[in-house]
């Protein structure tokens, strides 16, 4: 059976991980066949064949994991011309932003959806990373069971990315695709008149979108440039 189908750190390729049952006897086999299938519920495409009768973790380049989600699956072969039953199939996770609000400026939270992998193993929990772009900082924003996710965008402008990890109960996890997506930085309006009269208008000081710049450091001066 395939036991995990993990999108690498290059985002190109998948890494691959099938076992067979303690029970097989592989005397009774030339080997099995490693296969994708090429769209959902179509046809399957043998990706290579193989005769060593031994777990196996393979690097697979067949399709691009940042776009699409197929499933691969081992069948054995008792001879060169007849298969076995095939294998459970596993695809790779592919997250998704489902209405393509991540890129937009508005709204400020964005949907976010993903392929199951719930036919891996079970239970299933799922972790939300944002990171920026560059890697230097990684936060988990949720761990869930669900496929959905009502994500906020964070506040500070710069390029992030976002990658959903699947955890297994005995240590095992798959990562999916990686979403990148930037924040652009808000023009600051300063209202320099305040009229605290109570009639609604320039009550109060206030800086818009100084929400948007997380760490600022207010100095005010007076008309003689006196702090």
């Known amino acids: 059976d395939m036991r995990n189908v993990s999108v690498q750190n290059n985002e190109a390729s998948l890494m691959l991980h099938w076992a067979f049952p303690d029970t097989l006897d592989a005397r009774f086999f030339e080997g099995y066949s490693l296969q994708y299938q090429a769209v959902p519920g179509g ?8 005769t060593q009768m031994t777990d196996t973790f393979v690097e697979v ?5 940042q776009t699409e ?5 081992v069948v054995l072969q008792l001879n060169p011309m007849a298969d ?3 294998g459970q199939a596993l695809g790779n996770i592919l997250l998704e932003d489902a ?4 890129r937009q400026t508005e709204p400020a939270a964005a949907l976010l959806r993903w392929s199951s992998y719930a036919r891996a193993w079970s239970p ?9 772009d560059d890697g230097s900082d990684s936060t988990v924003l949720t761990t869930t069971a669900d496929t959905l996710f009502n994500y906020t965008k964070p506040k500070k402008a710069g390029w992030y990315r ?3 990890n699947c955890l297994a109960p005995d240590g095992r ?3 999916s695709n990686a979403i990148r997506f930037e924040v652009i930085p808000r023009e600051l309006t300063v209202f320099n008149v305040v009229t605290p009269n109570g009639d609604g208008k320039n009550d109060v000081f206030r800086i818009e979108n100084v929400e948007f710049y997380p760490g600022n450091e207010l100095q005010v001066f007076n008309r003689w440039g006196q702090q």
């Open 84 to 86: 076995c039953v095939p």
């Open 43 to 50: 046809n399957w495409v043998e990706w290579g064949r193989f």
């Open 61 to 65: 380049f067949a399709h691009d994991p």
């Open 69 to 73: 989600s197929r499933d691969f699956r």
């Open 99 to 102: 209405a393509g609000d991540l």
């Open 173 to 175: 996890w798959a990562r």
């Open 162 to 164: 976002l990658e959903m």
């Open 124 to 132: 299933v929990l799922y972790q939300l990373v944002q990171k920026n």
